[in-house]
């Protein structure tokens, strides 16, 4: 009953973003949408291993650049830009199962400081080998359609929370979260932690990989290196943070909330806006633990509480 | 000179304490015995303010400990020796024992303090400058007292400072306890060594599940059925 | 070709002695209160700016203004760690580790941000008098600035080894490090404990921020890359060894340059990061560490 | 014979934590390890749940050597375990917490919605079935515990390890308890219950195996440890007065 | 604790407030723009058949609007806070003079330059490009400074279809991806590496000639083309290139590099740092005790900050800027009085070239006589322009046919040395070094 509810709101908001470009046509707009659709498959990406699994990653932005980067240049020797986005999503895949077995001998905040420095290496060698911006090619600038982008972005959205939602209710999510929340009693269940743990980074890498394809289809120009940047892990981090770990929809309220806020602050702050919002990221971290899915569950809870308090009463 | 009035504590959401009362008078030793988890440590540890009682009152010498801050508690005179010591193993011997007197009251005499406890512990002043990691089982049990000697303690807790010890150095230290006792310092006493705990001490507790559930002279216990049921039924 | 690689290294030593006193700062706090910092490079960068404006302005030497520096930074490390960082350290470790390090990205934003709004996105560097000057031993070059950086980093270094060894409160911050429970037996505030070693880790990374300036150059956006540096050396050398991190500092340092020697500029960075990653994965405990590095 | 270990040996250091010990059960026993504290129980059970390596020995299980087996395969052998301090899933649920012994353990599951039911009826037989969407970080130690039982049930073992169940358990709760163990046992569990003091287990075990200083001091019926002179010296201690 | 998480919550509140009642205070901001767009244009459709009849014209644009996203922080800070005032000295003589003459309104429209600062990051530079096509009628974009900008930039003018006038960056790779907008009359690399051999060899007899070469180059994109060409070039000439380096951007430490090139004896030091960069690697040379006895020193030194931050040590480099305010061509003086009136000194090295990119537009505006820009793109292809820096033209790929001065760093003032006809000092050569300055 309460999941077909949500399915059907899924759906009914899925119709709605698909209908969007019939309606906005002023591209300003049009690519604040693509960007909030970026970051929910960052944010929702990054969920699977930070969220779900516990492992605070601060390395994804690697998976973003690597898909971003390969996507880029088989577009660009002529695939079709699907093909190579799938490449740019398997080539995600290989570098994490080249690190996880590394990387998952580090515990808490070690593995969160070797991410970070996993993260950096990338971001500096694609900045060696590949020092020359990437523009598009003069023809292609010509035929260049921001609708089509918006679509890959909502499609890629979609197939990342989809993934997320599947995975999270599914046996593995399960054992996912028995790792989070305590390993060796996961693993006295027979929950093989390692394993759980590969996956996650696998398919958050996966995914992670597949939104790089994307920018890589969108962006006009840039540098290699840009999609490697820290600061794509770090709002990813924060937009999970702000909506809720662990959950299927903070990290979708956290990217909204994230690009909008930004938006709106720098529109009427211009340019303090990111000290407003390093205060209330600061606020959110320490007085709102669990997000807005938290603080949202936290309300519920009063409420049960007092309704059942109430019905105590009336039955005495 | 220490009055526990019916202390509620809790260990996060866990209740640990159900309404303990326990009293040590000047110059007494009193054991705290029970099985694992009866709540004895939990005791010790709320009334040094490493944990707060949710409920009751503690006072010592007329001060209410649960109104002073914890690291103002030792500067009135309680001093407490953690399970296994607890010394740090990084530094050296003597400033463990510096560290003991840290407190304003206590870092005044430090230098006789210490005369005093190389008295009792001659071994100490052996080791003096070797890292604590470095001394065995028996010499860290015997820092640990003894750094909790350095802050000139009128009660001192002492939590199983048997454990893990061979039996012969168990003798050489309840030997130092008591004579720690002999020189007016009140002690409180956590063993699981039950015949060693009753037979050293002027009183004891039985502590089962959080709550007392006996209370007498060493030598009634002893030999009171209740206390080998306690542990063999 | 000796004598090159000789000169190269002692350039090595001389920035390693720089990231070393910035690790040494946020080694000291993560130590004792387990917080980890990561805008310990945005503090860096406050103090760097600090020395260039006293400079600039008063034209007061860099070098002299040290100690305005300094209690400049304490009082910044103290209005953070009320306002923010007091707040976490009730949580358990691996809970605090995270939060630390979330507030600290937020904290980074709103420096940064400010920092820019303040003095602009332009590099700045100070140049005295006596920069270029070099005193020439054995046919090496001894470069001026960077030498008296050096002596103040080791001065820095061994006054607060003076202070952790030889004074109660030294001593007292010690013994929190290795157990906060005990410690508090003692009689030791460990609330005052974590917030002195807060601000004399923001202090050292004001210092460190003077000599970045002096010897290199500031900008806003300089304080990711120190906050990793300082996080590499603080594993290289070590947790819970002041020497041990500073000299994994110097490590650092002297692997870049001879990189930069051997195989090319471009690969310093990530030469310095792959020695991290190795020891990471081999020895988490660091170079000079002793206890287990899994905390 | 159900378990069978020879020979058993851990050191730590220079300490040796267990030190040749021998014992087996037999299937549908109950069996009592006790010991004082720092007697090397606890590190047997982790022995024998692979959260140790021996030393040097051998744990035959159900006619298979599982010495040094991951530990994360043990459960599929049949062995589960409960924590001396528990150690719920805090932030999930109770029938979730369930739900994974019940999809990971022995015969696991794949289909979520039998996982479910079955874990459901679970925590009905330990008395948590109106507690089934509470988070775990919400419950009373005791609730803990029964849900650690439960989850522990879930995986479906032939043998059963509880480490401490009692402690800290006051007399209603503890009798409740056992009458939930002989529950488990008459439904074809072999259970090892280790435990600190005697009284807790007495009238529970068919046998009681004693250790003391990591070596076997003494084996046998509750009556016969109770009155050994043995265990009453490792439990009282000597006189040192 | 629950306290604490009220007043958190009160300013979450708070904020959300603030949030939602600015959301449509941003759309009403917006929405002037999108009514007015076709208000405007919509007369000026309707009425476009109207010209047939003699004598009435369409109702002018208020503004002729010219759009830059320019650094005026962050690394090329130093170079857009030298270009900007050219742009607008060039903007405020032309509309003293009632603005640009246009045939299609049979008026003169004023210029109005709407610039952004990129702070030096290409994503930004992009994401403001759009933003000033969005919401400006651009007619022309001007550029920023630093080939990496532009390099971002001119992708998004050329889908635009807006012209775009870019200096201050040599990088001619950028001009062979067949991009139809761009227009720079700027020296590019490749006349850069040949004019400084060329210049050396004039001006030195042989026998004294500086030919052991050390090259500093950047792992970017004119870093490369630049080497490259360097590396190229040299032997020609008679050079040798002893030690070739590159550095990442930003990694301010040469001193490997210059431990190289100390011990290779090199005598010439090619190199174009940024100004941090720049900066650090000459006082590092300075400590190390290397003086290289010709320094060509592209980028860093551009700015006045170069003197001021480095006294003597940062002497006797030289530069190939594009232009100097000493160039003997009409109108160089009333831009020098200009910018002395406003900044105390006559007019900066970069200022020149981008004073003349308002020159070029503006007369290939009256020159077209329409704000049309795929015709003022032709005429500026097709057309010749004088300006403050000589007669220009342009080539097919978009470089400009310009002088390329070389400049020294003389007694903290930069001193046009070559060509002769222009020079206002004589090159010094060699340098001394640096211990004895």
Known sequence: MKKNLSFVIALVVTAALAAVPLFVKKDSLLT??????????????????????????????????????????????GWNILLAMLVGGLLAIAFALLIGSPAFKLRGAYFTIGTLALGQILYATVGNLFPQISSMPVQDLISYTLVTRYYLFLAVALITVLAATLVANSRWGLGMMAVREQED????????????????????????????????????????????????????????????????????????FFVVLKEVLSLNLAEFHPTVFGILFILVVLFLPGGFMGLWKRIKDKQQKKRESMAELSHP | MLKLTEIDTFYGDLQALWGISLE??????????????????????????????????????????????????????????????????????????????????????????????????????????????????????????????????????????????????????FEMVKGINKQGVTILLVEQNVRAALELADRAYVIENGRIVGEGSGEALLSYESVRSAYLG | MLQPLAQNIIYGILIGALYGL?????????????????SHGELLMLGGYASFWVFKLLKIDPFLSIPLTII?????????????????????????????????????????????????????????????????????????????????????????????????????????VE????????????????????????????????????CYSIDPSMGLNWTLKSMVVMVLGGLGSMIGTFVGGIILGVTESATAFFIGGNYRLIAGLLLFLIILIFRPQGLFGTKEGDR | MLLQVEKLNKAFGGLKAVNNVDFSIQSGEIVGLIGPNGSGKTTTLNLLTGFLKPDSGSIMFDGKEIAGSPRCSMCGNGIARTFQLVKPFLNLTAVQNVMIGRTFGKEATMNLKLAEEDSFSILEKVGLRSRAYVLAKDMTLMQRKRLELARALAAKPKLLLLDELMAGLNHAEADEAMETIREIRASGITILIVEHIVKAIMGLSDRIIVLNMG?????????????????????????HA | MKSKFGVALVILLLVSLMATSCAPKAVETEAPVVTEAPATEAPAETEAPAVTEEATYPPAPEFIELGSSISLTGNFGSLGNLILPGYQIAVEHINAEGGVFVKEYNTKIPLRLTYYDDESDPTKAVSKMETLFSEHELTAYLGGGGSSMHAASIPIAEKNKVPYLGISFALYKIHQQGYKYLFSPFPKSPNQTEDVFKILNEAIPEGERPTKVAVFAYNDDWGKEWGGLVKERAPEYGYEIVVYEENPVGVNDWTAAIQKAKAAGAEMLLTLPIFPDGSGMFKTMAELGWTPKFSLVIRAPEGVNWGESLGKIGEYVTIFP???????????????????????????????????????????????????????????????????????????????????????WQNGKMELVWPAEHATAPLIYPAPAFEDR
């Open chain 1, 185 to 256: 009693a996961a693993e006295s269940l027979g929950v093989n932690a390692f394993q759980h743990k590969l996956l996650a980074l696998v398919l958050s890498a996966f995914l992670a990989g597949l939104a790089g394809g994307a920018f890589a289809f969108f962006q006009i120009g840039y540098y290699p290196q840009y999609p490697f940047s820290p600061i794509w892990t770090l709002d990813s981090t924060m937009m999970a943070y702000i909506g809720g770990t662990g959950t299927i929809l903070g990290p979708i309220i956290g990217a909204i």
């Open chain 3, 72 to 176: 400049f930074l304490l009082l910044i490390g103290f209005i953070f760690y009320r306002l923010i960082f007091s707040r976490l350290i009730k949580l358990e470790v691996e809970k605090k580790i995270q939060n630390s390090l979330l507030v600290g990205f937020g904290l980074s934003t709103i420096l940064q941000n400010v920092a820019l709004r303040l003095w602009t996105a332009d590099d700045r560097s100070i140049t005295t008098a006596y920069s270029g000057l070099s005193f020439e031993l054995a046919g090496l070059r001894l470069p001026a600035v960077r030498l008296i950086s050096l002596a103040i980093s080791v001065v820095a270094l061994i006054s607060l080894q003076i202070f952790l060894k030889k004074t109660f409160t030294g001593k007292a911050i010690r013994a929190t």
């Open chain 2, 24 to 173: 040590v008078r000047e110059g007494e030793m009193v054991s705290l015995i029970g099985p694992n988890g009866a709540g004895k440590t939990t005791t010790l540890q709320s009334i040094t303010g490493l944990l707060r009682p949710a409920k009751g009152s503690i006072t010592f010498d007329g001060h209410d400990l649960l109104k002073v801050p914890p690291d103002k508690i030792v500067d009135l005179g309680v001093s407490m020796v953690m399970e296994g010591g607890r010394v740090f193993a990084g530094m050296t011997v003597l400033e463990n024992l510096e560290l003991g007197a840290y407190g304003s009251r206590a870092r005044k005499e430090r230098f006789e303090t210490m005369e005093h406890v190389f008295k009792t512990f001659p071994r100490l002043k052996e080791r003096l400058n070797q890292r604590a990691g470095t001394l065995s089982g028996g010499e860290r049990q015997m820092l640990a007292i003894g750094r909790a000697m350095m802050s000139k303690p009128k009660l001192l807790m002492l939590d199983e400072p048997s454990f893990g010890l061979a039996p012969i150095l168990v003798d050489a230290i």
């Open chain 3, 179 to 214: 157990d906060w429970q005990s410690a508090s037996l003692m009689g030791i505030n460990i609330h005052r404990v974590y917030l002195l070693a807060f601000v004399i880790g923001c202090a050292l990374a004001g210092v460190a921020g003077t000599l970045v300036s002096i």
């Open chain 3, 22 to 38: 910035a690790a040494v700062g946020l080694s000291l706090v993560f130590g004792v209160s387990k917080f980890l910092n990561v």
């Open chain 4, 215 to 239: 070596e076997k001091v003494a084996e046998g019926t509750a009556q016969e440890i109770m009155y050994d002179p043995r265990v009453i010296d490792v439990y009282l201690g000597k006189s």
């Open chain 5, 322 to 408: 594009g232009w100097h305010h000493g160039a003997k061509f009409e109108g160089v003086d009333k831009l020098n009085a200009r910018y002395e009136e406003l900044y105390g000194r006559p007019a900066d090295l970069l200022t020149g070239p981008a004073y003349a990119c308002v020159q070029i537009l503006a007369q290939a505006i009256e020159k077209a006589g329409t704000l049309d820009r795929d015709v003022i793109r032709d005429t500026i292809a097709s057309g010749e322009f004088s300006t403050v820096i000589g007669k220009v033209t342009f080539n097919a790929d978009g470089t400009g046919n310009v002088l390329d001065p070389l400049i020294q």
């Open chain 1, 32 to 77: 604040y949408l693509c960007m909030i659709l970026l970051y929910v498959s960052l944010a929702s990406s990054w969920n699977i291993l930070g969220g779900y699994t516990g492992q605070v990653n601060l390395g994804h932005s690697a998976f973003f650049g690597l898909g971003a980067i390969a996507t880029r240049l088989l577009w660009f020797a």
